[in-house]
């Protein structure tokens, strides 16, 4: 759940109950939390990991609502793209996975 303090951005609002929901899934079941915001990836990167995973296109606005609507911080919402507080494990293991997939095809 989100506090009032974090907007979400327009185009997560206009997405679609079911767009939101496969990207909610997908989030909950690939990211994990950290306590501390991840540097080494933003926003726009990580959406990068959902497209070439699940093949599916989000916009980096529809990303990042979704990133807040599942609890993660950002510590630079006045920038394009946003840093969160995910887990770089969890990055690796969405990563190793998707060079798997390619390697099969």
């Known amino acids: 759940m989100i506090s009032k303090k974090h907007i979400l951005p327009d185009e997560y609002k206009k ?25 080494r990836h933003t926003s726009y990167g990580l959406k990068h990991l959902i497209q ?19 609890g993660y911080i950002s510590d630079n919402k006045n920038q394009l793209n946003w840093n969160f507080n995910v887990s770089e494990k969890s990055i690796i293991r969405i990563c190793k996975r998707i060079r798997n997939q390619n390697d099969t095809l």
Not at 52 to 70: P, R, S, V
Request: with cysteine; glycine share 4%.
């Open 15 to 39: 997405m679609t109950n079911i767009r939101k929901k496969n990207l909610i899934t997908w989030l909950e079941l690939n990211f994990y939390a950290i306590k501390t915001i991840n540097k």
């Open 52 to 70: 070439n995973d699940m093949g599916a296109y989000y916009t980096n606005d529809e990303f990042k609502g979704a990133m807040l609507k599942c």
